[in-house]
């Protein structure tokens, strides 16, 4: 085996490293006749070893300079590696990145737990793609990173949009957005901030789920969208564990989401549709008769177990059912779940709960009056499947007898997902289970005398 020479310079290391990728083994022998710092000078060359889509555009497709870099890819693909690079070519002010040191930088995730042990110090995070020489310092209590140069990287919560409103900065990397409940807010509040240098832009990288603010992006003028599947990063990715996934999720809605990174908007087989949705919507309720507060209950309160169902909605004298609020929520305990039930009924002035006792029976009205015992609570039970008890509610949408007070999009989603066996991810639709309970009954069940009509 005659290896290529090699210079010591970071273009002669890049070079040799080149004539050989085509050669396996000639790849590994040359990673061995380099002393420790050339290999890691070479390993830490992302340029060199990048897929395509991991590497920023130049431009955005109406040739101008491009606001926002999404990157939709499945889980895997190599979306945390891209977001941390890129910062990292800033930072450093390294092209293809940057043309100079850019000094501030936020990084946002869902949570700062995510910030910090996915953005910052996990495997494919900031800290782990530099070099020794390169690597900056996190400062953990002002959830900062620095670097050697003085650029800075801060970190944020997208559960505080809040918390952007001050702050300034030349770039952004935001991780997960998808799946931030706050997502709208949060990016509103940090398009404000992204106000210096003469080039301020952010990468979005993301699982995709459906949803208005992910669209907005993709229709975004100003967007470079990148795409990657999880089967193109095989290569750093344990064999049994592509083997497994694509085999039982491979073709599947929930595969073409989660394993190819495809937006799957709405579901041939659900009752509701997204633009049918879209058609129902409102901006605010009008005078109500009666309102209600729906609520689905969880089996269980523990970790990973299915969400709360937590629904308002008020029918108007003329019939219409109007929706008025989702939140549903996972991961309380049951006087948790009831007190964020009551709430929402205070909030509303509604006139009574309206509780599925299937699962808990009396439970779940003796937890109801620990919080407050004046609220009323009408229960009703299970007979039928969910499918068929939603069936009714589907056709009074179609009626347009049904409009949404808003958007509520983790509840539209499930709306949007559920067919005849159920939710194609095999969860509860608790939500829209919720929507099921508080519709029935106001537009469906028994009608009592309809008290004052409320003016909002």
Not at 75 to 102: M, N, S
Not at 155 to 171: H, I, N, T, V
Not at 280 to 292: G, K, Q, S, T
Not at 415 to 434: E, V
Request: aromatic share 6%; glycine share 8%.
């Amino acid at each position: 085996m005659h290896l290529p020479p090699v210079s010591a310079t970071p273009e002669g290391l890049r070079a040799a490293l080149q004539a050989c990728l085509a050669r396996p083994a000639w790849t590994c022998s040359l990673l061995d006749t380099l002393g420790e710092e050339d290999a890691e000078q070479l390993l830490s060359d992302w340029p060199l070893w990048a897929r395509p889509d991991q590497l920023p555009p130049q431009t955005a497709p109406n040739g101008r300079p491009w606001t926002t870099w999404l990157v939709l890819g499945g889980r895997g693909a190599g979306k945390t590696r891209a977001g941390a690079e890129w910062v990292r070519g800033l930072a450093l002010g390294r092209p293809p990145f940057a043309d100079r040191p850019v000094g501030r930088i936020a990084l946002i995730a869902e949570t700062m737990a995510d910030v910090r042990e996915v953005m910052v110090e996990g495997v494919s995070g900031l800290i782990a793609i530099h070099p020794a020489g390169e690597r900056p310092v996190f400062e953990a209590t002002r959830r900062r990173l620095v670097w050697p140069n003085g650029a800075v990287a801060q970190g944020f919560s997208a559960e505080d949009p809040e918390s952007l409103r001050g702050p300034q900065f030349e770039a952004a990397w935001l991780d997960e957005l998808a799946k931030w409940r706050r997502g709208e807010a949060t990016f509103d509040m940090l398009q404000f901030g992204l106000r210096l240098g003469d080039w301020p832009r952010q990468m979005v990288t993301t699982t995709p789920r459906p949803g208005a603010l992910l669209r907005r992006l993709l229709a975004d003028p100003a967007t470079v969208t990148s795409r990657a599947r999880t089967a193109d990063n095989a290569f750093h990715l344990a064999p049994a564990f592509l083997d497994t996934v694509l085999s039982r999720y491979g073709g599947t809605r929930l595969g073409r989401q989660e394993l190819d990174g495809e937006i799957i908007e709405d579901r041939a087989d659900a009752l509701w549709s997204r633009p049918a949705l879209e058609a129902a919507r409102e901006r605010e309720a009008p005078p109500l008769a009666r309102i209600v507060v729906a609520v689905d209950p969880p089996a269980s309160s523990r970790a990973g177990a299915d969400a709360c169902g937590i629904v308002a909605a008020g029918i108007d004298t003329g019939g219409t059912v109007h929706v008025l609020a989702d939140e549903s929520v996972a991961g309380l305990r049951p006087a948790q779940w009831a007190a964020r039930a009551i709430a929402l009924y205070v909030a509303h002035e509604a006139d009574a709960i309206v509780a599925e006792v299937n699962q808990g029976g009396e439970m779940v009205r003796a937890v109801l009056a620990e919080v407050d015992a004046a609220v009323p609570v009408v229960s009703v039970r299970a007979t039928r499947g969910k499918y068929v008890r939603a069936e009714p509610v589907a056709a009074l949408y179609e009626q347009g007898r049904v409009r949404h007070a808003g958007a509520f999009p983790a509840l539209e989603d499930e709306m949007c997902d559920f067919g005849p066996d159920g939710l194609s991810s095999g969860r509860s639709p608790d939500r829209m289970d919720a929507l099921v309970w508080a519709v029935t009954h106001l537009a469906l069940g028994p009608q009592a005398p309809a008290p004052r009509v409320r003016r909002f």
